[in-house]
Each structure stands twice: as C-alpha cells, then as structure tokens.
C-alpha cells in the first residue's frame, strides 16, 4: 500500500494521520514549493530588521496602552511561533507585558474557543497579556469616512491605543486577491463597516489580483486606525514559520503575495479521477474548509471528491455568510444589507434601473456561498477524529470518520476505470494557489 502523511485538527488536536492507496493507483501529491522553516536566529534578525521601520523595541519605547491585533482561529497564522519574539521586544522598550492588549480579529466569525485560543495564541501571551476578542456588535467608534464612502467603526481598544500592530499571514482570498496585509483589519471593524466593504466593492471573482478597490479601501482604514506594521508569517503544510515579513506592510506586501502566489502554486488536477483536498490549516470548522474547495472545483465533472477536514467547531460561524441559511433566506438577507450599504439617491437609481429591465445589478444577484464545488454531485468529507460532534445533514454530502468508507466510495464510483486511479491530493489545499474558473469564488467563506 501507498501511504501519504499529512495533518488535521488545527487549534484542537493538530496531529499528523495517514491516507493508504493500493500499490496500482497513480497517486500524485501536490506539495506546497516553501523553503526550509526559519531557525529562531532567523526569526530575530527579521524582526530587528523590519522594512521600512525602525525595530519595535524602539516604536514601543515610552508606549503605555499598545495593541497586538492577531487573526482569529478561522487562520491558520502561528501566532504561537512570533508572539514570544515580539514580547521580548517589549521587554527591551521597558514596557510590562500586563499592559499589552491582543486584539482577536473576528470580523464577523463570532465568539472563539478559549482553548482553540490558548493553543494558537501561546502559554506567555495568555498568561501575560490581556486578551480581547472582539465583537463587531458592539463595542466599536466612529473615525471617520474613506475616500470610498466607507464608515469606520473601529475596536475601541484601537481607537484607544498608543501603539497597534498585528500578526497576520497571506492566504488565497476570492474577494481581494489575497488576504493578509491591511485586511487585518477588517477583523476589528464594526458590521456596519465590513458589510460596507463587502457590498461596495466588486470581488475579484477568485483570482490573485492585489490591485483592487477592496484592498484601497482598506488600505486607507489600516492608515486610519495606525495599523502600520505588521507582522506577516507563511507556512509550509505542517504550520511551520518558513517566512517572515515584518515592518511596513503597505511596502512589502506585494511582494508577500508574490510569495504565496509562487510558491503555493500547483497543478491543476484536470485528468483525476479523484481528488482528494486536505483543509488543514483552515479545518477547523466546516464554514472555512470551504477554501479548500479550488482544486475540487477543478476536478472533472465525474472525479471523486473527497475534502479532509477535522471540523472540531461544526459547522462555525460567519455573520455574513453563514453557511445553513437557506437560499431563499439568504438572497433576501444579502440583498437587504446591501441596501443598507447605499445612499438613498443610489437606491432610487437601482429601481429605476429594475422598472426600465436593464441588466441586474450586483445587489440584485447575491453570491450564493452555500453551493457544493463546481460540477459536484456528491462531495465527502472524512473526519479522521471520532467522538466529536457530528454535523448536521446536508443535501450532497457524506460525512464519515472511516477511512475505509471512503475508499469503498472510490472503488465503487469509479470501478469503469479499473485498478489504475489517477488520484491527486492536495495537503494543504487552501493555503494552495491554482487557476481555476471565476465560478469558483462562490464556495468561499470570507
């Protein structure tokens, strides 16, 4: 038997599992092209050497109320792996840990885990330092407009600090090229600025351009609030750090998306007859292991998909596009908060547009974010832990914890092909870069 290693569970229970295959199958497995994982000394000279700055110890100096703003348990950042690096800067600046704040970016992904928190976090940090996830309910203020007509409401943690910086990563994202960078910041922004941001802007309908007005937006709400540096890791398919960016990241991170963009790219698995994409790192619940979907939207119409998926959080949550909404339900939602994004004068120039049966308008077409992958019949999803809660059904898709099941699976829907599969597995399929139709931003949660 052929025997593939790679990871699930992020932020739970991350630990290596294994997929066997008969010695007959073609079995290919895409890894990611990353460098060797940075030492620690790498790490310091990065982070004392940051573009574009001065080095932290230095920025901190004389700060009494600074913020550390980090993503949340939907990335897969290994912030565990910086934050200790970062606190002896602040040491070095002669300010006490207890006085540093660290700001979860939750956007709109609700309440977090604490113990998924501790592990991503670290043990220093959350015993030293305060920690603060943020609501985007509630707790926010007003600073002012963009240039695009975006109302900033930001954490008032931010609004309060003499110092913010972040720790983020760069990750494929359908809507602006690539997350990372100042889209940190919309993780702590209040609804009303990020359904601005979501519903005013045209997507860049998955692929890697940077060059958008959704990223200009931010970029200007980033200088808004002083989030100025930034922190930015990539890692390899075993969350190991294997770059570091640091300082100015209005100045670096075209070339951090340069790097993410070369070397997590991959073949596309157009003759498979099976697919097998890994969501870790972004497994942690079934709302995010949606970005995993590219390589199974690229699989031929009859291939065999099979998503690998720990799904310790269930199906998660998404304020915006939460996945069981039923469609109905969600087009009428979207459609009314991309009403509530729009002054009145544009509204009236949408109706008119409806009453004279010109061509449909963005708000009138909301982005159906429940779809199965593109061409799928059937999508399964293997759950190599038992004894966690099961998911609810869904129309499309099989969830089993055997690995067995999903071979009987294979052998049975595609026995027209004989003892010789072409199976292609992508071990960190979300974190992976590969063109693929425009279609394939509809299966991606935000």
Request: charged letters at 20%.
């Amino acid at each position: 038997m052929q025997k593939i290693e790679i990871r699930t569970g992020i932020w739970y229970n991350d630990h290596p599992i294994h997929l066997t295959f008969p010695d007959s199958w073609d079995v290919v497995t895409h890894w990611p092209n990353t460098p060797e994982p940075l030492t620690n000394e790498e790490i310091t000279q990065r982070i004392n050497n940051p573009v574009g700055q001065r080095p932290l110890h230095e920025l901190a100096k004389g700060k009494m109320a600074p913020v550390i703003i980090v993503d949340d348990l939907a990335r897969p950042t290994p912030v565990f792996s910086i934050l200790p690096f970062l606190l002896e800067q602040f040491r070095m600046a002669g300010v006490p840990l207890n006085a540093i704040r660290i700001l979860v970016a939750t956007g709109t992904h609700g309440e977090q885990n604490e113990k998924g928190l501790a592990n991503k976090i670290g043990k220093e940090a959350m015993e030293s330092c305060r920690i603060i996830v943020h609501d985007d309910t509630k707790h926010t203020k007003f600073v002012g407009k963009t240039s695009f007509g975006t109302p900033v409401y930001v954490n008032r943690e931010v609004a309060s600090s003499d110092l913010v910086i972040g720790v983020g990563g760069v990750y494929p994202q359908h809507t602006v090229g690539f997350g990372g960078g100042c889209k940190l910041a919309l993780g702590i922004l209040g609804r009303k600025s990020i359904m601005h941001l979501h519903y005013t802007h045209e997507s860049v309908d998955g692929n890697y351009n940077i060059d958008n007005s959704f990223r200009k937006d931010l970029a200007e709400i980033a200088r808004m609030i002083g989030l100025n540096t930034i922190y930015t890791v990539h890692t390899n398919a075993y969350l190991q750090v294997v770059s570091l960016m640091s300082g100015d990241h209005y100045a670096y991170f075209p070339d951090a998306a340069r790097f993410s963009r070369e070397r997590y790219f991959t073949e596309r698995p157009d003759d498979a007859d099976v697919v097998i994409a890994n969501a870790y790192p972004f497994d942690s619940s079934f709302t995010f292991m949606r970005k995993a979907y590219k390589a199974l939207d690229c699989a031929p119409a009859n291939a065999t998909r099979v998503m690998v998926a720990s799904n310790y959080e269930g199906i998660g949550t998404h304020g915006l596009f939460q996945h069981m909404t039923p469609p109905r339900f969600l087009r009428y939602r979207i459609l009314y908060r991309r009403i509530m994004t729009m002054e009145p004068r544009v509204i009236l120039e949408k109706i008119m547009k409806r009453l004279t049966f010109q061509k449909r308008t963005r708000a009138e077409a909301p982005e159906e974010n429940y779809k199965l992958p593109v061409n799928a019949k059937r999508l399964w999803v293997y759950r190599p832990v038992e004894n966690i809660d099961a998911l609810p059904d869904i129309e499309g898709i099989t969830v089993t914890s055997s690995w067995d099941e999903i071979m009987d699976a294979i052998s049975r829907e595609q026995s027209s092909h004989g003892a010789k599969l072409k199976v292609r597995v992508y071990p960190c399929a979300a974190l992976q870069c590969m063109d693929a139709p425009s279609s394939s931003c509809m299966t991606c949660a935000e």
